[in-house]
C-alpha cells in the first residue's frame, strides 16, 4: 500500500506587499500550524520517505517547520514545476517517484493540491474527508490519500483523511 500525502504550505504573511509571491514568509500563524501538522504526522506515524516540496519561501518553511517534528528525516527534493502547479502538474511530478517509496509528502499550493486530492479521491474514499475536502483545503490542510500498486500509474486511491489546523488545535 502507498500512501501520498498531500500538504498545502501554511498561511503566508502579507506584511510587506511590495514582496514578490516567491518570496513570501510565513506568518506567525502558518508558524504555529505547520508545526502541529509535523506532530500529527508523527504522532500517527505517516512517516514520508521522500519529501517534493515547491521552492518558494513560504513552502520551504512550512517543510522545515513540520520535518522539524519528525523523528526521521526524509529525502528532500524542491521541485520548480510545483510552484503554480495545475493537478496535473503535481500528478506528473508524484508518478516519476521511484517504485520503493512506500510514503511520499508533496508540499505546494492551491488549487493544484486541492484539485489533484479531490480528483484522486475515488471509491471508498472516507465520507467525513471527503465532506471536509469539498468544504474547504485551507493553508496547512492535508489530504492523505491510499493506493495499490506503483507510483506511475497513479490515477485513483482512496481519500482517508483530510485533516484541518482548526480540528486538531
Partial sequence: ???????????????????????????????????????????????????????????????????????????????????????????????????SRRCLVVIGHNPGLEDLAKQLAGPGSEAKARKRLDEKFPTAALARVVFEGDWSGLSSAQLTHCLRPKDLG
Avoid: C, N
Fill in 1 to 99: 500500500m502507498k500512501q501520498l500525502l498531500l500538504l498545502r504550505h501554511a498561511k503566508s504573511s502579507w506584511d510587506d506587499p511590495g514582496l514578490d509571491d516567491f518570496d513570501r514568509p510565513l506568518a506567525e500563524r502558518g508558524v504555529k500550524a505547520a508545526r502541529l501538522m509535523g506532530r500529527e504526522l508523527a504522532a500517527r506515524d505517516w512517516l514520508p520517505e521522500l519529501a517534493l516540496v515547491s521552492p518558494t519561501l513560504r513552502t520551504r518553511d512550512t517543510w522545515r517547520l513540520v520535518a522539524a517534528e519528525l523523528p526521521v528525516l526524509p529525502e528532500i527534493t524542491f521541485v520548480e514545476a510545483l510552484y503554480d502547479a495545475s493537478a496535473a502538474d503535481i500528478l506528473s511530478q508524484i508518478r516519476k517517484t521511484d517504485g
